[in-house]
């Protein structure tokens, strides 16, 4: 359990896709380099969505994996030279990004309508492809039901000193802070993270809070859903003894956040990048999501997600409208208050 630094920046490296979806730097069918796809999503989740996307299209696909923040940034400084065609995020605030600074295409209304409203920014310029919900992951033997807060919001009160974990430095915390900001307000938030700055230890990464919890290091912990999901269908090594608690009732520890897809305004080849945005939001796509390992939420309408989830519609999710999620300022109050 540490106090963060700053993020270290990770290499960006190019990852092709083999036999029929990709082939790296390759012509594609028209004679044509590549799409470019720039990739902050977990790898297999995404390669497990396009599958069949080169085979029926003819469009192959070379990515470029790396974290959120990073991908963005770079992309920003690249301007309108970025080889970028397409941009997916594991969590919207980044793609957010360059939506306000003017780097994003509208696409086409047809892939807007696969999805619906609340997963994607009232600006029509990129869209969810999948969700997470926020979760409290607890410690049963420190903490009955009964125990469990209302609100993510009372985390920060003294009397949960020393019993939390976070994983501050990374974009999944980052999110679900922005999520807060944009439903209470700045001073709302800041006071809720210096309460957090006192209250909270600080692990490297969701699954060490998780862990963390199950061990009885913490008595709880905030992260999302997945994580807990996927290790229980693994059997339960990291966190078998460790529960989840849903907040629901429309709390801003009920958020969802989803992972986005944009077309980049300088995409040289903009009819293929919207085609791949409009697959990863079909229905085929969207069903290959719900059947993977991933145990992310499906958002394309009409398409059930794992069953092994509580449903959707059930989670109680505030209503944010995913592109108002401001991650600079987020960045900005987390340093004021010492948590980055």
Partial sequence: MTRPGRATAVVVSAVCLSGALAACGSAGASGSEALTVYSAQHESLVRTMLEGFTEETGIEVEFRDGNDAELANQIVQEGEASPADVFLTENSPSIAVLDREGLLAPLDESTLGQVGEQFRPSSGTWTGFAARSTVLVYDPAALSEDELPASILELADPAWEGRIGIAAGGADFQAIVAAV???????????????????????????????????????????????????????????????????????????????????LRSSDRPEDAQRLVAWLTGREAQERLAESTALEYAVGTGVASAGALPPLDGLGAPAVDPGSLDQDRVTELMQEVGLL
């Fill in 181 to 263: 900001l944009a439903l209470h307000g700045e001073d709302a938030t800041r006071a809720w993270l210096e309460g957090l700055e006192r209250n909270a230890g600080v692990y490297q990464s969701n699954t060490a809070v998780m862990v963390a919890a199950d061990e009885g290091e913490i008595d709880a912990g905030v992260m999302y859903h997945y994580y807990w999901y996927r290790d229980q269908a693994e059997g339960g090594l990291k966190g078998d003894d460790a529960r989840l608690h849903f907040f629901g009732g429309q709390d801003a520890g009920a958020f969802l956040s989803v992972s986005g897809a944009g077309v």
